[in-house]
């Protein structure tokens, strides 16, 4: 059975760094075609990616958070670590990792998010 | 970045109607997108991917069709379990791989 388990902490001031952890089972991080993201989304508002990495190590943020936000993945812990700089209570979200699975069909590539962690969230106040 | 819209924000239909959301691209896409449903409260579920591949465990009722910029996913017969917010997403073909999702759509009971 595939899962994963973000943690990390519930309460950060602005201008903290915030570090989440995403704990994954059944499934290797370093099996080709596999990779994990990290999704937010602020209380009744919409999803948006942040960032994710590939099990070749290729890493890619989102465009408007690039400057924040650092990816990474320890294959022996089965784990992926997100950190976010500065952060700001705009930033206040409930924060989901999510496995991406790689299909190849006709020689072209295609992704899905098809299993996701519970979700943690993160307030973001002094 | 590839912007992406849906359209309507939030619809209200029957029991057994046929509800069809609308998602756009700013730039022409092929079909590398996906569809996830996310129930009030619960967690995002993927749908569809490829446009147009249902996901494993999905019912046969939501199908997914478009290519380029316009997409659409429908619900061929509306169920209660189905109210929901859906959310299409979309990726780029080359590294570094992109994702973007939409603002989502809204679907009650009428």
């Known amino acids: 059975q595939v899962t994963l388990k973000e943690s990390g902490p519930v309460l950060v001031k602005p201008t903290e760094t915030l570090t989440l952890t995403c704990t994954v089972s059944?499934?290797?991080?370093?099996?080709?075609?596999?990779?994990v993201s990290w999704v937010r989304q602020p209380p009744g508002k919409a999803l948006e990616w942040l960032a994710h990495i590939f099990s070749n190590d290729e890493k890619s943020y989102s465009t408007s958070l690039k400057s924040s936000l650092t990816i990474s993945k320890d294959t022996s812990k089965s784990q992926v670590v997100l950190t976010m700089t500065n952060m700001d209570p705009v930033d206040t979200a409930t924060y989901y990792c999510?496995?991406?699975?790689?299909?190849?069909?006709?020689?072209?590539?295609?992704?899905?998010?098809?299993?996701w962690g519970q979700g943690t969230t993160v307030t973001v106040s002094s | 970045d590839i912007q992406m819209t849906q359209s309507p924000s939030s619809l209200s239909a029957s029991v057994g109607d046929r509800v069809t959301i609308t998602c756009r691209a700013s730039?022409?896409?092929?079909?590398?997108l996906a569809w996830y449903q996310q129930k009030p409260g619960k967690v995002p579920k993927l749908l569809i991917y490829?446009?147009?591949t249902l996901e494993s465990g999905v019912p046969s009722r939501f199908s997914g069709s478009g290519s380029g910029t316009d997409f659409t996913l429908t619900i061929s017969s509306l169920q209660p379990e189905d109210v929901a917010t859906y959310y299409c997403?979309?990726?780029?073909?080359?590294?570094?791989?992109?994702?973007?999702f939409g603002p989502g759509t809204k679907v009650d009971i009428k």
């Open positions: 059944g499934f290797s991080l370093s099996k080709t075609g596999m990779g």
């Open positions: 999510a496995r991406i699975t790689e299909t190849v069909l006709d020689d072209y590539y295609y992704y899905g998010m098809d299993v």
């Open positions: 730039q022409g896409i092929r079909d590398y």
């Open positions: 490829a446009a147009s």
């Open positions: 997403q979309n990726y780029n073909s080359a590294p570094p791989t992109v994702f973007t």
